[in-house]
């Protein structure tokens, strides 16, 4: 029998294998429950189909979308593998096609929609056909927790009890804690051996940047960048039409992508935009899932993602070919309102709970002053050794450090003083003695520290509370409305303990850098896509993945 290194140079023209998909291979092949957790472009596939090839018999892969399954038939079918699809738009005569080879034992891998393979038929017909390996790809669909969740992913536990002796591999690219867990737990996995891949895209430069002119910026970077593939997401079906038309107005090759548009036209806009033919993608979260461009240069976010799962699973479709690219998020807070907005028209309790929490997140992610890189890595609980990553906005351009003593203190005394938990608006405005309605009712203009720090901005106000929230001298708390108090740490700083350093302002080149006021084609129309909610806009399909 070919080795696992003869077989992987025979069917797929490799000669070595990528980080643990030696490792995961033999432990399917001992016949181990696995589970599999490697970032985008880690190279899950094999993981199954080296095993499927070895093992002989049948291993039948559950997948969730019909297009990647398709992707994935072909280039096995171009490997010399046999695999078929099944599917609804099967035809009488193709179905029976597969019946034919599945019966002769000739198919070595079948793909299966969750909800087909669910059926019972489905799983009697496969009793008598040597099934050696379940596949399950994407498994965080199963997880409410994840960002994808699909309920029809639930009913997979199925599996285990029909073919209890049958070993099953999950596959996902997502590594939080919380999902890993409830895909074991859910779909009944045994003793599972896990392995989890370096989610540290070295290759991935992310950068943050005020959303100012955000159509300027996009044609100054575009125009940079005008013979590279890349995509632009945005919130809302409309955003994605009306930025792809105002980018092909300066002559740039640019197309829409959202779940509203038929199957036909996004067909073609993913097709020229693999073949090149196409360079820029305006796309909601509908497009990216399976595409397999290895060249990728650059994404942009035009409006804020809703998680940070989404957004590294979006920002990693840049560079699978590990080459040098760019991510740019362009941050505002009135995007996160308008996001907070839609989910709380949209879902139910927990749901929006959930969802609301998964968005400070994000904003947390935009408004930190430390390296973006490790903020990301974190939240897949890894660690990032070096301290500076070289290769992030906060890091090639650090914020300048201000001794900030007298303005932590000046915080926490506010905070201190307050008669009951508020959010950061309301501590700014204190402290910057606003006269707003709300602050009069609730006789906050009587406090002492009311309008003492007058000289400094709402802007500095929030950042700085960010940052005492990361240094711990500060909590934030309620998932609905974020309120904020004292930690024991912040009493203490209340009581002069030691200096506190705190982001200093934005210096006039991190400012030009951010916002450029000049471009090449200057007429741009003042009031479009400013990014007010629409409920009739947003890719609904994708609100709450
Ligand atoms: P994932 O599903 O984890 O995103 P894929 O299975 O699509 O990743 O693989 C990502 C890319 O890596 C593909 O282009 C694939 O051909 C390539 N690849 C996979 N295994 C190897 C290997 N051992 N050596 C080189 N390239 C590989
Ligand atoms: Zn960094």
New binding site residues.
């Given amino acids: 029998m070919n080795t696992l290194h003869e077989l992987?140079k025979k069917h797929?023209g490799?000669?070595?294998?990528?980080p643990h998909?030696e490792e995961i291979i033999r432990s399917v092949l001992e016949g181990n429950d696995t589970l599999a957790i490697?970032?985008?472009?880690?190279?899950?596939?094999?993981?199954y189909?080296l095993p499927a090839l070895r093992l002989g018999g049948l291993t039948l892969v559950i997948s969730p979308l019909i297009s990647l399954m398709k992707d994935q038939i072909d280039?096995l079918n171009a490997r010399r593998i046999p695999a078929a699809a099944y599917n609804s738009t099967l035809g009488f005569w193709d179905r029976s096609k597969i019946d034919e080879e599945l019966a002769a034992g000739e198919l070595r891998l079948l793909f299966v929609s969750p909800e087909r393979c669910v059926q019972p038929n489905f799983l009697d017909s496969l009793a008598n056909v040597g099934l050696r390996l379940i596949a399950i790809?994407e498994a965080h669909c199963i997880s409410e927790w994840g960002h994808n969740f699909r309920p029809e992913y639930r009913q997979l536990a199925r599996l285990k009890r029909c073919f209890p002796g049958v070993p099953v591999i999950a596959?996902t690219?997502t590594a939080v804690k919380d999902v890993r867990a409830d895909i074991v737990r859910q779909l009944g996995l045994s003793h599972p051996r896990k392995f989890v891949g370096s989610f540290n895209r070295k290759n991935i430069e992310y950068r943050v940047i005020p959303k100012k002119n955000p159509l300027q910026f996009l044609a100054t970077f575009i125009g940079q960048h005008r013979d590279d593939a890349g995509i632009v997401y945005c919130l809302s079906k409309k955003e994605t039409e009306e930025i792809a038309r105002e980018l092909r107005r300066w002559g740039f090759s640019a197309l829409a992508y959202h779940a509203g548009l038929s199957a036909k036209t996004r067909e073609k806009v993913q097709d020229g935009f693999i073949k090149g033919t196409v360079r820029v993608v305006c796309a909601t979260v509908a497009f990216g899932m399976?595409i397999?461009k290895?060249d990728v240069r650059y994404v942009i976010h035009y409006d804020l993602p809703k998680s940070i799962e989404s957004y590294y699973q979006e920002t990693?479709r840049a560079g699978?070919d590990g080459k040098f690219c760019e991510c740019v998020l362009l941050f505002s807070r009135v995007d996160s309102g308008r996001i907070r907005w839609m989910l709380e028209r949209d879902g139910n309790g927990g749901q929006v709970k959930r969802a609301l929490c998964k968005l400070q997140e994000m904003v947390d992610y935009c408004e930190s002053t430390g390296c973006r890189r490790r903020f990301l890595l974190r939240y897949f609980d890894e660690s990032l050794e070096e301290e500076n990553c070289g290769s992030c906005d906060t890091c090639t351009d650090p914020r300048q450090e201000i001794d900030g003593t007298v303005q932590a203190q000046m915080i926490a005394a506010c905070v201190q003083q307050l008669p009951a938990k508020f959010g950061i608006e309301i501590i700014s405005g204190v402290l910057r003695g606003a006269r707003a309605k709300r602050i009069h009712e609730l006789g906050l203009d009587a406090l002492p520290v009311y309008g003492s720090g007058k000289k400094f901005s709402r802007e500095e106000y929030r950042t700085w509370i960010a940052d005492l929230i990361r240094q711990g001298c500060l909590a934030r708390s309620g998932d609905e409305y974020p309120v904020i108090s004292l930690t024991a740490e912040g009493f203490r700083l209340l009581h002069g303990r030691d200096r506190i350093m705190l982001p200093g302002p934005v210096t006039a080149e991190q400012g030009w850098r951010s916002a450029p006021d000049s471009v090449s084609r200057p007429e741009l129309p003042p009031r479009l896509c400013t990014g007010e909610a629409d409920p009739a806009g947003v890719d609904d399909e994708t609100l709450f993945l």
């Fill in positions: 992987l797929w490799r000669t070595s294998f990528l998909q490697l970032a985008t472009g880690g190279g899950k596939s094999l993981c189909q280039s790809d596959l690219a399976g397999d290895p990693g699978r």
